[in-house]
């Protein structure tokens, strides 16, 4: 394990004890840089690989951004192996796009599998497949974003059409090699409507192996950090959708064969 201890990777944040993204409690590595820019992004920080300023609504300025190497990261993940051993818990990647910076999510995959943690990534498979296929070995979760099935209104959102990510959705699955689990944002004027939603989860039923699919409600907690940023909100006054459409869309969901959760 020793070989992969020194690698580097840039990081924005860990978030330790969470109770998402992935089974049981999780410690959350979030990674800078990112091939997409969504306009409902949460973490705009998150966008830039570069090392950034960010005014915070308290009036503090805050740096984003923080070289770490593999070994620093298992050194957090070592002070909760308790919890994750109680809880089915473990470490997930998350960003950004975690395959912006492949080779350290490779290595610190691989690390935190040889140290006895469970793994999983949260990833909108944006990227040659090679790089994913490398992560595949030490991955026992793959929580995968598909926005949406329709290529140029994926592109007027994210600013990249999806035919890559569908492509390679399907070759995870058929891979076999990890649990893969489909993740959905519910955004306002992008995909809410019954139409693509069931449209998404016909896709995700497709994929062999797939029984479950999140959906996740847009919300607005990112609107400080694009202010804090110097940057506008790209998603205006568009409010979260309710409850009850969430949960007609988990129902549309389930008609396909699959699991739905709605998640936070």
Known sequence: M???????????????????????????????????RCKWCCNPESQEYAIQQMTQANGKVKTV???????????????DRRYFYRSGGG????????????????????AAKDAGFSTALESM?????????????????????????????????????????LENARKVAESGQTELIIRTPVIPTFNDTDEEIRGIAKYAASLPGVSEMHILPYHKLGYDKYIGLGRPYPMGDAEPPSKEKMLRFKAIVESTGLTCMIGG
């Open 2 to 36: 020793e070989e992969y201890l020194n690698t580097t990777g840039r990081i924005f944040d860990i978030q330790r004890y969470s109770v998402h993204d992935g089974r049981g409690i999780r410690t959350i590595v979030f990674l800078k840089g990112c091939v997409l």
């Open 65 to 79: 951004g923080e070289d770490i190497t593999v070994q620093d990261a298992l050194d957090i993940l070592e002070k």
């Open 91 to 110: 470490l997930t990647l998350s960003g950004g796009e975690s395959l912006v910076q492949y080779e350290f999510a490779r290595d610190l995959l691989h």
């Open 125 to 165: 498979a944006c990227a040659e497949y090679y790089k994913i296929e490398e992560l595949l070995p030490y991955l026992d979760q793959y929580l995968m974003d598909i926005k949406h099935t329709d290529s140029q209104k994926h592109k007027e959102f994210t600013g990249k059409e999806n035919s890559l990510m």
